[in-house]
T-cell receptor, first 111, second 114 residues
Framework: KNEVEQSPQNLTAQEGEFITINCSYS?????LHWLQQHPGGGIVSLFM???GKKKHGRLIATINIQEKHSSLHITASHPRDSAVYIC?????????????FGEGTQLTVNP | DVKVTQSSRYLVKRTGEKVFLECVQD?????MFWYRQDPGLGLRLIYF???????EKGDIPEGYSVSREKKERFSLILESASTNQTSMYLC?????????????FGDGTRLSIL
C-alpha cells in the first residue's frame, strides 16, 4: 500500500464545475504539497500546507492532520486547469527534504 | 523566479551506452533531486544531494549514479543504459529549510533506450 493515496485517479468535468481531489497519507508528516503537471512534463508547486487551509485564486487546499487527509478544490473550473495534480508529503521520519508522492490525478475539463 | 534547467527535453540512446543527464539551478539551493516518472507509479526518487560532493540514495538507485561537483549542477548517469530505464526524468532543487520550502522542478527529459 502506498504511503500517499490519491482519488480519483482520473476526473473529467465540464467547464464551470466545482472539482475536488483527495489525498490520504499514512505517516506523520511535517508538510504536504500539491503540485500541478501540465502536458509536456513541467511541474509547479501550487501549495504547501502543514495545517488549515490555503487559497490562491480559484484553488483552495485544506488539510486535516488528525485524519491524515487533504483536499484540493478548484472552483469554476476551466479547460486550462486540465493537468495532472500530484499530492506529496514530507514524512517526519525521513532525512533531508525527501518527499513521498501520490500517483497523481489526471483532470480533464471540457469546454 | 527559480530556474531549473535540464539539458535535453528528449533523448534517444542505445542499450549499453553511458548516458548523462544534466541539471542546473540558479538559486543557490543546497538540495537537488533526480526522479523518474512512470505511468501508474508516480514520481520515484533516484538520488538526491544535500551539498557539493554529497549524495544519498533514493528509492530506486540501482543502475544509476550521480555527480555534484558544483552547487548549481547535479548530473544523473546511467552507467550502462537498459530498456527498462526508458522513462521521464525530472530534476528538482530546493525543498529545504525549517519552513519546508517547495521543490522547484525542471521541464523533464523524456529518455528512450532502444
Amino acid at each position: 500500500k502506498n504511503e500517499v493515496e490519491q482519488s480519483p485517479q482520473n476526473l473529467t468535468a465540464q467547464e464551470g464545475e466545482f472539482i475536488t481531489i483527495n489525498c490520504s497519507y499514512s505517516v506523520g508528516i511535517s508538510a504536504l504539497h500539491w503540485l500541478q503537471q501540465h502536458p509536456g512534463g513541467g511541474i509547479v508547486s501550487l501549495f504547501m500546507l502543514s495545517s488549515g487551509k490555503k487559497k490562491h485564486g480559484r484553488l483552495i487546499a485544506t488539510i486535516n492532520i488528525q485524519e491524515k487527509h487533504s483536499s484540493l478544490h478548484i472552483t469554476a473550473s476551466h479547460p486550462r486547469d486540465s493537468a495532472v495534480y500530484i499530492c506529496a508529503v514530507r514524512p517526519q521520519e525521513t532525512s533531508g527534504s525527501r518527499l513521498t508522492f501520490g500517483e497523481g490525478t489526471q483532470l480533464t475539463v471540457n469546454p | 523566479d527559480v530556474k531549473v534547467t535540464q539539458s535535453s527535453r528528449y533523448l534517444v540512446k542505445r542499450t549499453g551506452e553511458k548516458v548523462f543527464l544534466e541539471c542546473v539551478q540558479d538559486m543557490d539551493h543546497e538540495n537537488m533531486f533526480w526522479y523518474r516518472q512512470d505511468p501508474g507509479l508516480g514520481l520515484r526518487l533516484i538520488y538526491f544531494s544535500y551539498d557539493v560532493k554529497m549524495k544519498e540514495k533514493g528509492d530506486i538507485p540501482e543502475g544509476y549514479s550521480v555527480s555534484r561537483e558544483k552547487k548549481e549542477r547535479f548530473s544523473l548517469i546511467l552507467e550502462s543504459a537498459s530498456t527498462n530505464q526508458t522513462s521521464m526524468y525530472l530534476c528538482a532543487s530546493g525543498g529545504g529549510g525549517y519552513y519546508n520550502q517547495p521543490q522547484h522542478f525542471g521541464d523533464g527529459t523524456r529518455l528512450s533506450i532502444l
